[in-house]
C-alpha cells in the first residue's frame, strides 16, 4: 500500500476519493456554479462579433468580425469614457485606501474602547446607505441653497453660490469624496484588523527605545501591515474599471457629460437604450481585458518588489 | 456518522435552495400568467393584465374603487406600471434583454420592441369590430401605423377626437408665465422673447420676493434626460414652424431644414445667454432633475418657463390647488412668441397629432389577446366605461343636471385635485385609448377639462380675470396660432423617435442629441456668446448632422 502510494505520486486511487467524497461533492457544487454563472454567460460575448438582433438569437445574427471594436475606438465619446473611468478609478483608489489606513491607524490610537468602538460603528453605517440615498444627499447638499454654499456664503468664503455639479472640473472629486464618506469606515476595518494582530511586544520593545507615537506608527504599525495593503490594492487594482455607475450616471447632468460617463454607462446606452447589444457588448469585454491584464501587471510587480502577491 | 449525516443533510439542502433560487422566478411567472389564462375559462372571473408605459404616472391602490367597478362590467382589470428611475429607452432595452414583457405595452419607442419580436399584429383583432375601426381613425390614419411587414401592432391612444373638438387647454409646448405678473402690467400683449423677460425682468425688479419672503427665479429650464425639449426646440416655434419636433419642413420647397442652426435658434440662446449673464435664467437649470423642477414650480417661486403642458399641468396645478397658490395668481398662461412681431405662430396644433410612433400594443407574452383587445375597443366606445374612466362614480364623482350635462360640485373638484384620493378611488386608465371632442350622445365633453361649466368654473379667480382681461375662453385663444391643417408628414418626430444607430442617421441623431446636451447650457452660460456658439457649431457639424437630415428628407420625399 505504502509503496504503490509513493511511487504513483500523483494519482489519486479511488480510495482517496472515497475518503474525500463529501469535500469532492460540495466542491462539485461550487464548480458548477462557476460554471453555469461565470463562464457560460461568457458565450454571450460572440455578439460583439455579430450584428446582434434579438429577433434572429445569438445563433441567427450575421457575423461582422470586428466591425464593433473599429467603430469603438474610432468613437471620441468612447475614448473619452476610457479616460474618465480610469481617472475616477484611480483617484477613488487613491482616495479611499489612503483615508482608510489613515482612519484605522487614528482609531488605532485611541485610549478609551467605548469612544473607539462608538465611532467605528459610526463611520462604517454609511457603507450600508445605498447609492441613490447618498447621491440624493449630495445632490442637495451641492446645490445652489444646499448647505455646503449655505456655509461658504456665510462665512464669507465666496460671495456667489458656486453650483459645484455644473463644472465638469469639480465631478471626478465630488465622486471621489462621494466614495471617500461612503466606504471609509468599512473599509478601514480590514486594516484595524490586521493593526490589532502585530505582536504587541514590538510596541514595548520600542517604548523602551525611546520612541514616540509617530515613530511607533511609521517604524511598526505602517511595516505591519504592509502585506495587507498590498494584497487589497492588488485585488482593488482589477476593479479599477468598475468603478461605478450608480454615482456617476446619477450625478451626471448634460453638462457635465463629458467627464462624468464612464464605460458602464456608455455600454448601458449604447446596448440598452440604443439596443445595439452588439456594441455594448464590445465595450464590456474591452472593458473585462483591460482589468485582467492591469491585475496580473499588479500582482508581477508586486512579485517583483519582494512583496505579497495574490496568485 | 450523525455528524456526517448532518453534513450530507446541510449540503442537499444547500443544493436544493440553489436550484429553488434559479427556478423559483419562471416558477412565479408561469402561476401568474397560468392564473390570467385560468381566469379566462371560468367566465365571469376577473382576468388581471400588466400593462407598462415608459412615462412616469402615479400608480393607483390595488383595491382602487373604479377599478372594481370596471373589472366587474369587462372581466378585465389592469395593472399598470410606471417609468421609475430609467430612461424610457433603458426600459424598453431591459424589457427586450430580458426577454419577458407584460400584457400591454406603451412607449415612444415602438420600433425596438417590433425588431425584437415583442409585439402580436393587431389587424384581424380590429377587422374583428368595425365599428371601432371605422370610429377610432380614418382608413388613411390606420395606414400610418402600418409596418412595413403589412402588419399593424400599435394604436396611439391619444389625440382623437370625437365630434365637434372642445379643446380648452392647450396641451404643447409654449413659453409660460405666472398670470399675476401679466395682472401686475395690466395685461400687456406679450409677442416676442423680448417683451416676454422685459416684463419678466420688471416684476422682479419690484417684487423680489413672495409673500413668504422666498425669492423669485425669473426663468427656469429643465434639461435632464429627454425633457431637455424645454430648452431645446423653442428655436422652431419662434420661427413660425409647428411642432415637427427634430426637423423643420419647408413646405414651399418640400424640404427638411435644421431647426439648430437657424437664425431664430440663434437668436433665442443668444438672449437666453443675456437672460443668464443677468441673473434671469435660474442658475440651476442645468442640473436640475425633473422631480426638483417640479418640486420647484409647485411652491410658486418660477414665475416663467418653456415646457409642454402635459410635462407639469397635472403636478403643478394639483399643488397650486392645495396650497391655495391659484388664488394667488400662480396659474401659467402660455404665449405663443415669435421671433418677431407680428408674425404667424404655430406653437398651438389644431389638428389631432396622430402620433404614428407610439401606442398601444399587446404583446406575445399575453395570455388572452382576445380579451386583451376586446378591452382595448370596450373602454373606447362604451360611454358608461368612458364616463367611469373620466368622470368617477355618479353622485360620488360628478352629477348629472335635468339636460344630461355632467358636472362637479366644488368638492367634488377638490377631491379630484388631491392625490390620496385619485389613488384609492380614481381609475383614469389614462393609457387606454382616450378620446378628446364630444360624447356619444352629443352632450358631454369626453374630457372633464373639456366640459365648459367645469372648465369655467374649475378656475381660479385671478385665472378667470386674465381670461376675461384678454377676452379669451380657451388656452389656445392666448396663443392665437394659425388655424391650418398640418402635412401628412406631420410630426416629423414620429420618424426620428423611430431611429435605431443601424444608420448611419440614426447614428448622428444620437450624436447630435448628446452634443446638445452638453453644448446648449453651455452656449447659455457662456460669458463670451459668440465664441461659445461658435464653439457649439464645431461640435454640433462633428455629428454629421448631413446624415439624419437626408435620412429625414428621404421619409419627407415620400410625401411628395
Redesign the interface.
Known sequence: MEKTASKKKFKIDWKEVKRQRFLLIVSAFFVAYGIVFYYLPLTGWLMAFENFKPRLGLLGSPFIGLDKFKFLFSDVAFLRVIRNTFCMGVLNLATTTVMAILFAILLNEIGNKFLKKSIQTISYLPHFLSWIVVVGILHNSLSSSGIINDLLLRFGVVDQAINFLAHPEYFWFIVAFANVWKETGWNAIIYLASITSIDPSLYEAASIDGADRLQKIKYITLPGIKPTIIILLIMNVGNILNVGFEVQYLLGNGLVQSVSQTIDIYVLKWGISQNDFSLGTAAGIFKSVVSIMLIVLCNHLAKKAGEEKLF | MKR?FI??FL?SA??AS?MMGCGSAAGNDSTGSGASGSGDAASGDVTEFSYFITMPGSEINSDNEIQQVIAEKTGVKVKETWLT?Q?A??A???L??G?EYPDYLCTDDMT?LL???ALIPLDEYIDAYPEFKNEWYTEAEWEKFRQPDGHIYWINQFENTHGDSKKTTHNDEAFWIQNKVLKWANYPKLETMDDYFDLIERYIAENPTMEDGTEYIGYTIL??DWR?FCLENAGQFLGGYPNDGSVIVNKDTMTIEDYNTSDDTIKYFKKLNEEYQKGIVD??S??Q?YDEYIAKLSTGRVLGMVDQWWDFQENVNGAFKTQGLDEAGCNYIPLGLTTEAGMDNRWHTYDDTVNCANGIAISVDCADPEKAFKFIVDTCMDQELIDLRVWGLEGVDYLVDDQGLYYRTDEMRMNAADTTYKASHLCPYSYFLSWGGTSFDGKNAMRVDEQPSEFMNGMATPLKETFDAYGVTTYPDFIGSVVEANGPWFPMYSYSNGF???TPGGVAW??MG?CK??W???VV?ADDFEKGWADYMDAYNACKPEDFLSEMQAILDTFK
Open positions: 456526517r453534513s450530507m449540503v444547500m443544493a440553489m428611475g430612461s429607452e433603458e424598453v432595452g431591459t427586450v434583454a426577454g425596438t425588431d425584437a419580436g434639461c435632464e431637455y442658475p440651476e442645468f442640473t432633475t435605431t444607430t443601424a444620437t450624436k448628446e446636451h452638453e446648449l447650457p453651455k452660460m
